[in-house]
Every structure is written in C-alpha cells, then in structure tokens.
C-alpha cells in the first residue's frame, strides 16, 4: 500500500468493498502500511489516555512559507492493535495536507461515521478513536497558540 492515501482513496476503496469483514482487512492492511514508530518517539508523553489497547501519537509543527509560525504538523503513530494501527491510517489519510485550522474544524468522527467504521467498533475503540481525534486536536490547538 502506497502512503500516504487520501481519505478520498479510501472512500473509493471502500466503496469496492462489499462487506464489513473486507473492509476491517482493508484498514489492518492501512495500519501495516505506516511507518514504524521510532522507539524514541514511544514516551508517556507520546501515549494516548483513553484507549483500551496502547496507543503513541507523536505531533510536531511544520513551518510551509515564509511566515515562520507553523501552520501544518507531522504526524506518527502507532498501536499494538492491528484494527487500532488501521484506525491511526485513517485519521492520518483524514488530517494529510490539512492547515492547523482546518484540522482543528474537521469531524473526523463523522468521517469514520460515513465509511460506515464507527457502527461496526466497539464501545471501547470508539472511546479510543474520540480519545486519539482529541488528542490530534488538542496539539493543533497548541501549535496554532504558539
């Protein structure tokens, strides 16, 4: 799998896709396609409260353009869940390319509700998923106070 994909590459997969079961392969297969995660980069700092299975998300500020503020931010991350690894794919193919404003603005929960992938999660990855979106969020939020 070639990354980063578009959210707008997974819809159009998605729409291929049939059933639920070959949909669920299809993120764990976008989870096995991430980067690894440098084991420097798997600090407390890094880890996500509120999610059932270990979960590191590390953010940095992107400075595009002459501005010198950061205006975008580097994304990695990692789970020792496969279905939670395909869920961190997700988000990222949602945020790509997204100004720091625009990530703050976008409901990626209702994203995850279109595909049809927050009916078929578990109390507990819904949990994680809101947990790992607020997360994105809140560093976006810093960044753009910096």
Not at 52 to 60: E, G, H, N
Not at 70 to 85: E, F, H, K
Request: aromatic fraction near 6%; charged fraction near 25%; include cysteine.
């Amino acid at each position: 799998m070639d990354f980063p994909m578009t959210i707008d590459d997974i819809r159009a997969d998605f729409a291929l896709l049939d059933d639920w079961e070959d949909r669920y392969r299809y993120v764990i297969e976008l989870g096995r396609g991430l980067p690894p995660l440098p084991e420097e980069l798997r600090t407390e700092a890094n880890k996500v409260r509120g999610c059932a299975s270990q979960v590191w998300l590390a953010t940095k500020p992107l400075v595009n353009g002459g501005a010198g503020k950061a205006n975008r931010m580097a994304m990695q991350g990692t789970s020792d869940a496969l279905i939670v690894q395909g869920l961190i794919a997700v988000l990222f193919a949602i945020y790509e390319d997204k100004t720091l404003d625009e990530i703050v603005r976008t409901d990626a929960q209702g994203i995850f509700a279109e595909l049809g992938l927050s009916e078929h999660l578990t109390q507990q990855r819904s949990n994680g998923l809101a947990s790992m979106v607020k997360r994105i969020h809140m560093d976006a939020e810093m960044m753009l106070a910096a």
